[in-house]
């Protein structure tokens, strides 16, 4: 059983930056394959990005070249770099862990999750 639990979320201005963190404990950390989704209310889940074991990274179309995904597997950590943030980032941001060990972007395939943080983007 894995343990998610995200921080770092926040108010921000347009064109801020944030970063956020998920701490993971139970289970072999460097095992999973880890990622991050947003989600809005009446939305469904996104994915956001994504890293492998082997820290093959993932990223999806709005956010390519502007957030960055990175894993500390000796402090159980992943990590979300989040630069030049627009209003429509602002979503509740969930840390998710999958056995499989990818860099999955489909939310199915992700075994835990944790209980999200707020970014909200004001413009």
């Known amino acids: 059983q894995v343990q998610l639990v995200e921080s770092g979320g926040g108010l921000v201005q347009t064109g801020d930056s944030l970063r956020l963190s998920c701490a993971a404990s139970?289970?072999?950390?460097?095992?999973?394959?880890m990622g991050w989704f947003r989600q809005v209310p009446g939305k469904e889940r996104d994915f956001v990005a994504g890293?492998?074991?082997?820290?093959?990274?993932n990223y999806a179309d709005p956010v390519k070249g502007r957030f960055s995904i990175s894993r500390d597997n000796g402090n159980r950590t992943v990590s979300l770099e989040m630069n030049s943030l627009k209003a429509e980032d602002t979503a509740v941001y969930y840390c998710?862990?999958?056995?499989?060990?990818?860099?999955?972007?489909?939310?199915?395939?992700?075994?835990?999750w944790g209980q999200g943080t707020q970014v909200t983007v004001s413009s």
């Open positions: 139970g289970g072999v950390f460097s095992y999973y394959g």
């Open positions: 998710a862990a999958n056995a499989g060990g990818v860099g999955a972007s489909v939310a199915r395939w992700y075994d835990y």
């Open positions: 890293i492998s074991r082997s820290g093959a990274r």
